[in-house]
């Protein structure tokens, strides 16, 4: 909430600093702390996923998308992931986010075919335990329709839109578990570290850019052409 993001130095409270022990490059290791925090609160704490859990994790080409999956992927889960073209699917299992016995089990182009038939035919007609959403209000009918039974739902994504038409009665029967999430905790920033410099996770960086063209890498971002992290060098 603080101007100045982009600069060669920042004051921050001593509280809000770790010392980077991934011995890693730097703009790897930059690449990483938001996403991994945020995959780590959405996916482990909130999510409850655990060895064997299988979930759902949308648009896993964005930054946060490919960390929530190698995150849920660390943890032992069962991973569906969706993507919008052919060629990011592509590009994700040569980076080994979505390699086979790697990254994740099923990949869903979102553009070609319906990701909530894919995933009831791929559970059996069961749905998966945990979605984890960073889109928002254009697939929330879909994630509900790709959850089973008392399943979790997780969100902290709002692209996609912010406002839906929630049916109660299926909510009530279903008894699905609505969980909004919103960044996380220092300890959840260590755990997704320590996966980092242990190699469970790996930063995918897309661009760097030096700090002078910092205008053109927002351009870029919002492009959404971005395969990963877009990062700038000071």
Request: charged content about 20%.
């Amino acid at each position: 909430h603080t101007w100045g993001g982009n600069a060669e130095y920042i004051r921050a409270p001593a509280r809000y600093v770790l010392k980077d022990e991934t011995g890693l490059p730097a703009e790897q290791v930059a690449a990483m702390p938001l996403v991994l925090m945020t995959a780590v609160h959405a996916v482990e704490t909130l999510g409850e996923v655990r060895s064997g859990t299988r979930v759902l994790i949308q648009a896993g080409a964005s930054g946060s998308g490919n960390a929530c999956v190698q995150v849920a992927k660390a943890l032992g889960a069962k991973v569906a992931t969706t993507v919008g073209s052919p060629a990011i699917a592509e590009w994700l299992v040569r980076e080994s986010i979505l390699a086979p016995g790697v990254g994740a089990d099923l990949v869903i182009n979102y553009n070609e075919r319906n990701f909530a038939d894919d995933i009831l035919d791929w559970t059996d007609g069961v749905g998966v335990d945990v979605v984890i959403d960073n889109i928002g209000a254009s697939v929330f009918t879909d994630n509900l329709k790709a959850l089973r039974v008392g399943g979790i739902f997780v969100n902290f994504g709002l692209v996609g839109g912010m406002k839906v038409m929630l049916n109660i009665r299926e909510l009530f029967f279903r008894q699905h578990q609505l969980r909004g999430s919103f960044m996380g905790s220092m300890d959840e920033l260590k755990r997704g570290l320590k996966l980092l410099s242990d190699g469970k996770v790996k930063a995918v960086v897309d661009r760097t850019y030096p700090l002078k063209d910092a205008a053109d890498a927002h351009r870029y971002i919002d492009s959404r052409a971005v395969r990963g992290k877009v990062v700038l060098i000071p």
